[in-house]
């Protein structure tokens, strides 16, 4: 018996010491976290009103990707107002389906009324491929759009031609400047957010791309000279934990064209 009690009180202890040493490590965990985490001021909408051009396997893969994007906004240094606009129809249904949760996210504006409705248009800039001005600083005044469309290709042009029927400013991310990629110069909805996240974060376009961008996509940095390297050091380890999502989306189903080249446009 008392061989017994000496055991439970040895375990008794052990328990103790434990708890008191997890609060300590849980509290300077958590009073880090709070310091480093500044939220920004940016607006990042991510426009669902393409649902009616999508067929129900796009949606469910847009709806991975809008998963992600909140993820992320939720564990970044820098954390933007998130926004979805025109929620409803199908993708609206998917996430009922998928997991009812959604309705209880926090730190992220989930609105069913149009973009143009919330916002006033001259705080409003469309990112889009097709534009021929070229995102150079995040104004953290604005409110950036991202077209949630995943389309194969079918819609070429339509968020460009969105934003000039709406009259609001356009530009793309100045990919074209930075990087040199083996495979179409397309970007899903997430590594999209994602860029942005990472940017306000580093205050560097190439750190950012190459932080967010997919290996199998065969990104490589541009040189000075405009041209990329034979031999390129420059790593993509980084980006290592984006491969099982984007492999989510898919090569053809990745939707936001981004970075032209723009050695013209810069000229």
């Not at 564990?75 to 933007?80: D, Q």
């Not at 998130?82 to 389906?97: I, R, V």
């Amino acid at each position: 018996v008392s061989r017994q009690k000496r055991k439970e009180k040895r375990q008794k202890r052990k328990l103790e010491r434990q708890a008191q040493l997890g609060q300590n490590v849980e509290g300077i965990a958590c009073k880090k976290v709070r310091s480093e985490i500044h939220p920004s001021a940016l607006r990042l909408i991510i426009d669902c009103s393409f649902d009616h051009l999508m067929l129900l396997r796009d949606v469910k893969k847009l709806n991975k990707q809008i998963r992600r994007c909140y993820s992320e906004n939720r564990r970044a240094i820098h954390p933007v107002q998130f926004y979805l606009t025109s929620h409803d129809g199908q993708l609206k249904s998917n996430m009922d389906e998928y997991d009812k949760g959604w309705i209880n996210w926090k730190d992220i504006h989930i609105n069913s009324e149009h973009y143009k409705d919330l916002m006033k248009s001259e705080d409003l800039v469309y990112l889009t491929s097709d534009s021929p001005e070229v995102l150079r600083e995040l104004d953290e005044t604005k409110a950036y759009i991202i077209g949630g469309l995943v389309d194969h290709n079918h819609h070429k042009g339509i968020t460009y031609k969105q934003a000039l029927d709406l009259g609001i400013r356009h530009a793309q991310l100045p990919l074209g400047s930075f990087v040199k990629m083996n495979s179409r110069k397309v970007l899903a909805v997430n590594h999209v957010f994602e860029i942005i996240l990472a940017y306000l974060e580093k205050k560097d376009w190439k750190e950012a791309f190459f932080s967010v961008l997919p290996q199998r996509k065969g990104a490589v940095p541009i040189d000075e000279t405009g041209e990329a390297p034979t031999e390129v050091s420059f790593t993509l380890d980084e980006a290592d934990h984006l491969l099982d999502s984007d492999s989510d989306s898919g090569d053809d189903a990745e939707q936001i064209e981004l970075g032209k080249e723009q050695h013209n446009n810069d000229k």
